[in-house]
């Protein structure tokens, strides 16, 4: 008999990949805690933290969840099927939700310096410049306004950020006809249909195969919450499957298309991810003795490298004075390479364990044990080989170049090729699905888990903890001072505060304490100009979300601090604690 959408009969779920789905889960729940246990003593920074408040919840939840799920399930013969209009529907929804996400749940705050930067360079463009002009008063003191990330020159004229300019590009274009904060969102959408047609091309007459795509894509909490940021991962997400989804239409007309969208993804703002995308997929074009389509690739990725390759360069001559000495090491991507991978990293091992835990937790419950089920498929065809290499080479490049990936929704240096592990997904699904018709209702049920549980619990936790910071900037920005300064080390990421418009039109303008020598304090202060600086109570709350003892460090500097502004004519205002 029929109840609803599921097929009711004797028939109960077979147990092989009952065990495999439950033993990857509690496996993942075994590490996070281990990693609990161990980590912190290694790695003192926000990915401890993170694991600590964060992702061992969300292993815990979601294991109940898909525990919870195989309660009386029953086997559903009849495919999952959606109406023809759903595709648009889910896409619009992911703007709506997205961008209302970035508005109430994250404030409207950009908080990792990354998302800063991709703000700042925005408004740059958006004036019709390459590069901001710096004041003549700053050019000699930009490192008090904190020049992380940004283009180095020895005597600059301007600045810009040191990455590549199409996130900020396509955030200005954006914003000629909106909120420019509507770029992550239309991503996110974008990304959802480009799934759904590189679904459908691989597998045409399989319509449920591309339901299931849809399905893990909505319900990763990586894509939602990234989507709701200024950072340039679902660009390189939704750019990655439109390249596919071209590629995989098999015409010149297209394959031209997809050089162009490989131009703009590899700019996005580092040139490495999307070249390790597309890299194993041309491979295939090998094995298929396609040397036209492979020539053109390869001719198109030479040129698209070399110009990107060579911008740094370029901006650094806009950024820097005629007696600029020439570009520093670190300018250019090769000596940063250098640097990077001589420096080396003695806890990368333990950081990548906490980093995909961390992305498998902001993932839907299934995708792990679908991409076990995937490995047949990988051995027997090209398509999910060249996929599952996709998916893997960028966790293998981070693993030498940079195990640390800062801030972020899950693990951010797999955003760009999520796509890839959804459709690797995918054919996990068709081989389990064969002969194991209950993973329709699972599928059905862990979404729904996903929607009422699991988002709404990332919810929380992504407003508390871009809260934390976001409240505190805002009082900043309403203090009426003329400039605000706080030091790096009074609370994890203070510097968080720290950033400023390209014409620093802002006020305050901020500043980090550390390069506040007395040339800096004579070019700010004059009668009248009132400086705040917070008290350690003001930043408690920074501290309360990092797990870290209260620290006096920032009452000492009002103390040590004050005088010296004062005798140079400066009035101080203490921003003090709710």
């Known amino acids: 008999m029929q109840?609803?959408?599921?097929?009711?009969?004797?028939?109960?779920?077979?147990?092989?990949?009952?065990?495999?789905?439950?033993?990857?889960?509690?496996?993942l729940c075994v590490c996070a805690l281990w990693l609990c246990a161990h980590l912190p003593s290694q790695i003192r920074n926000d990915t401890a933290i993170f694991l600590y408040r964060q992702d061992r919840l969300l292993l815990f939840v979601e294991s109940c969840l898909l525990l919870l799920s195989f309660i009386r399930l029953r086997h559903r013969d009849r495919p999952l099927d959606l109406p023809r209009s759903a595709l648009l529907f889910m896409?619009?929804?992911?703007?709506?939700?997205?961008?209302?996400?970035?508005?109430?749940?994250?404030?409207?705050?950009?908080?990792?310096?990354?998302?800063?930067?991709?703000?700042?360079?925005?408004?740059?463009?958006?004036?019709?410049?390459?590069?901001?002009?710096?004041?003549?008063?700053?050019?000699?003191?930009?490192d008090a306004l904190y020049t992380l990330y940004m283009l180095h020159a020895s005597h600059p004229v301007a600045w810009v950020?040191?990455?590549?300019?199409?996130?900020?590009?396509?955030?200005?274009?954006?914003?000629?006809?909106?909120?420019?904060?509507?770029?992550?969102?239309?991503?996110?959408?974008?990304?959802?249909?480009?799934?759904?047609?590189?679904?459908?091309?691989?597998?045409?007459?399989?319509?449920?195969?591309?339901?299931?795509?849809?399905?893990?894509?909505?319900?990763?909490?990586?894509?939602?919450?990234?989507?709701?940021?200024?950072?340039?991962?679902?660009?390189?997400?939704?750019?990655?499957?439109?390249?596919l989804w071209l590629f995989l239409l098999r015409k010149r007309g297209a394959d031209v298309a997809a050089l162009v969208v490989g131009f703009v993804a590899t700019g996005l703002h580092q040139p490495l991810f999307h070249p390790l995308f597309v890299a194993p997929i041309l491979l295939t074009l090998v094995r298929d003795r396609s040397w036209q389509r492979l020539a053109l690739y390869v001719a198109g990725y030479a040129a698209i490298s070399g110009f990107w390759l060579a911008w740094p360069g370029w901006m650094h001559?806009?950024?820097?004075?005629?007696?600029?000495?020439?570009?520093?090491?670190?300018?250019?991507?090769?000596?940063?390479?250098?640097?990077?991978?001589?420096?080396?990293?003695?806890?990368?091992?333990?950081?990548?364990?906490?980093?995909?835990?961390?992305?498998?937790?902001?993932?839907?419950?299934?995708?792990?044990?679908?991409?076990?089920?995937?490995?047949?498929?990988?051995?027997?065809?090209?398509?999910?080989?060249?996929?599952?290499?996709?998916?893997?080479?960028?966790?293998?490049?981070?693993?030498?170049?940079?195990?640390?990936q800062g801030h972020?929704?899950?693990?951010?240096?797999?955003?760009?090729?999520?796509?890839?592990?959804?459709?690797?997904?995918?054919?996990?699904?068709?081989?389990?699905?064969?002969?194991?018709?209950?993973?329709?209702?699972?599928?059905?049920r862990t979404a729904l888990g996903a929607v009422l549980v699991v988002l709404p619990l990332q919810a929380w936790m992504a407003n508390s903890w871009y809260a934390a910071t976001g409240r505190l900037d805002r009082r900043v920005a309403a203090s009426g001072a003329d400039y605000f300064i706080v030091g790096w080390e009074d609370a994890p990421f203070a510097t968080a505060l720290v950033w400023n418009r390209p014409d620093l039109s802002n006020r305050p303008i901020r500043?980090?304490?550390?390069?506040?020598?007395?040339?800096?304090?004579?070019?700010?202060?004059?009668?009248?100009?009132?400086?705040?600086?917070?008290?350690?109570?003001?930043?408690?709350?920074?501290?309360?979300?990092?797990?870290v003892p209260y620290s006096t460090t920032a009452d000492e500097r009002i103390a040590a601090l004050s005088p010296r502004l004062k005798a140079a004519g400066c009035t101080i205002d203490r921003l003090d604690g709710p």
């Not at 109840?3 to 496996?27: C, M, N, Q």
């Not at 759904?196 to 939602?224: K, M, T």
């Not at 299934?366 to 991409?371: I, M, S």
């Not at 506040?516 to 304090?521: G, K, T």
């Open 511 to 547: 500043l980090i304490a550390h390069y506040l020598d007395e040339p800096v304090i004579r070019n700010i202060c004059h009668p009248g100009v009132r400086v705040a600086l917070p008290t350690g109570n003001f930043l408690r709350p920074i501290e309360t979300y990092y797990l």
């Open 408 to 444: 972020g929704f899950g693990y951010r240096y797999l955003h760009g090729v999520l796509g890839a592990g959804i459709l690797l997904a995918v054919y996990g699904w068709r081989h389990i699905v064969a002969g194991n018709s209950w993973m329709r209702p699972l599928l059905l």
């Open 3 to 27: 109840y609803g959408d599921v097929e009711v009969g004797s028939k109960s779920p077979s147990l092989s990949p009952v065990f495999g789905i439950v033993l990857g889960s509690l496996a």
């Open 91 to 142: 896409a619009f929804a992911l703007v709506i939700v997205c961008y209302a996400g970035h508005e109430w749940i994250l404030g409207g705050y950009d908080l990792s310096r990354d998302e800063q930067m991709a703000v700042f360079d925005s408004r740059i463009f958006s004036s019709g410049r390459l590069v901001q002009p710096l004041p003549p008063a700053w050019r000699g003191h930009t």
């Open 161 to 243: 950020s040191g990455y590549l300019p199409m996130n900020a590009t396509m955030r200005s274009l954006v914003g000629l006809f909106g909120d420019p904060a509507l770029t992550g969102p239309l991503m996110a959408a974008l990304g959802l249909i480009a799934l759904w047609n590189c679904a459908r091309l691989i597998w045409p007459e399989d319509r449920e195969a591309a339901i299931v795509a849809l399905v893990l894509y909505v319900c990763s909490g990586q894509v939602l919450f990234n989507g709701m940021t200024a950072f340039a991962m679902p660009a390189h997400l939704s750019l990655d499957l439109v390249w």
């Open 317 to 404: 001559t806009l950024v820097a004075d005629s007696h600029s000495a020439p570009a520093a090491d670190g300018t250019d991507y090769f000596s940063r390479l250098v640097s990077t991978v001589s420096t080396g990293d003695p806890i990368r091992w333990p950081a990548m364990g906490a980093n995909l835990l961390r992305f498998f937790a902001w993932q839907d419950a299934l995708l792990l044990p679908l991409l076990l089920a995937a490995i047949p498929a990988m051995r027997r065809e090209p398509l999910p080989a060249a996929l599952a290499a996709s998916f893997v080479l960028p966790a293998c490049a981070m693993l030498v170049l940079l195990s640390y």
